[in-house]
């Protein structure tokens, strides 16, 4: 068994009107199926899918599924009509539900323009993950894996320079993590381990190529501190974890 879909609109839109005998018996028919499923196996039951299209004042058309627990399943969409140039469409959202829990691509759309991309996992944030943020003048570029960052996270400006970079490990930091002036260029690092500044931190001028501060940390406890132009001391170090 695939999927059953009920579009009640057109039974309210056809039969009703044309026989309200046949639109009783039809009632009862769908009730009495609903009961019958309702003892079955729940992975069955699940696929008794009743699909709704509701447009409201301002013509944003919302569409769900709902399976017999009331639970959205499937996909949730939400267009907006322009009713003045011939009906065309925009999306604003479009979710997936496995039994009201998010499952599957979600994305969200201000104007035409993409806002957001993120997938779950029945309900934990899992793979590829996208966000406009500081009114689209932002893009964050990251990855999850049950629920927690792992791996690359990015920022980007409005120009596409990266602005801030950095690694995860499972929701904790883990690496080099750096921060970019507004041209590209590096600002600033950091060394974690376990999510604890572990390593050098440093400030740096990419214009002079100059370190202007450093930090040694060990575990998340500071050891050293250097102020000033220490690029000499820097280029030559020899303390490392």
């Known amino acids: 068994m695939t999927e059953l879909v009920l579009p009640y609109e057109i039974i309210i839109a056809h039969i009703a009107l044309q026989s309200p005998a046949a639109f009783g018996l039809c009632g009862r028919l769908c009730k009495d199926i609903s009961t019958a499923l309702a003892k079955l196996s729940p992975r069955l039951k699940e696929k008794w899918i009743i699909r709704e299209r509701h447009t409201t004042t301002n013509n944003t058309v919302v569409e769900f599924s709902k399976n017999p627990n009331g639970k959205y399943q499937g996909e949730f969409k939400i267009t907006l009509v322009d009713r003045h140039y011939r009906g065309i469409t925009q999306d604003v959202f479009i979710g997936n539900f496995h039994n009201g829990i998010p499952h599957g691509v979600f994305k969200s759309y201000t104007d035409g323009r993409l806002w957001y991309e993120k997938n779950y996992v029945y309900g934990a944030l899992h793979g590829y993950y996208y966000e406009k943020c500081a009114n689209f003048t932002q ?9 927690k960052l792992h791996g690359e996270y990015k920022i980007y400006d409005g120009n596409d320079y990266i602005m801030y970079e950095c690694n995860y490990n ?6 080099i993590e750096k921060e970019y002036y507004d041209n590209g260029k590096l600002k600033a690092m950091r060394e974690f381990k376990d999510d ?12 002079y190529n100059k370190y202007n501060s450093a930090e040694l940390w060990h575990k998340g406890e500071l050891i050293l501190t250097l102020s000033g132009d220490v690029t000499d001391y820097m280029a030559n170090r020899s303390i490392k974890f």
């Open 139 to 147: 893009t964050i570029i990251a990855s999850y894996v049950g629920g």
């Open 170 to 175: 499972m929701g904790k930091k883990e690496g």
């Open 196 to 207: 604890q500044y572990h390593g050098w931190v440093y400030c740096y001028n990419s214009v």
